[in-house]
Nanobody
Framework: QVQLVESGGGLVQAGGSLRLSCAAS????????MGWYRQAPGNQRELVAG???????NYADSVKGRFTISRDNAKKTVYLQMNSLKPEDTAVYYC??????????WGQGTQVTVSS
């Protein structure tokens, strides 16, 4: 079974930085596409950044140039480095693991709040 545990969320002022981590258990990490999604109150969950099993990243237009996704297969961990944070980045951030069936696993979410 796969479990995802996020950490690193918190409160930060606009312009600041946070680094989210997502540690995975189970056997699928190295063959999985990993992603970070976010959901703000009243909004749908949206993809922030993803990274393939081969390490190719993709980003939502709203975070390009500010966020960086990376993965460490040996540690079964995916990271999201968030710089130049804006109040509109405030949301619950969810880690996603997609195995090639396809099937999705989700973490419990971590709150990111950016104050103006």
């Amino acid at each position: 079974q796969v479990q995802l545990v996020e950490s690193g969320g918190g409160l930060v002022q606009a312009g600041g930085s946070l680094r989210l981590s997502c540690a995975a258990s189970g056997s699928f990490f190295s063959i999985s596409t990993m992603g970070w999604y976010r959901q703000a109150p009243g909004n749908q969950r949206e993809l922030v950044a993803g990274i393939t099993s081969g390490g190719s990243p993709n980003y939502a237009d709203s975070v390009k140039g500010r966020f960086t996704i990376s993965r460490d297969n040996a540690k079964k961990t995916v990271y999201l480095q968030m710089n130049s944070l804006k109040p509109e980045d405030t949301a619950v951030y969810y880690c996603n693991l997609r195995i090639p069936l396809p099937y999705d696993y989700w973490g419990q979410g971590t709150q990111v709040t950016v104050s103006s």
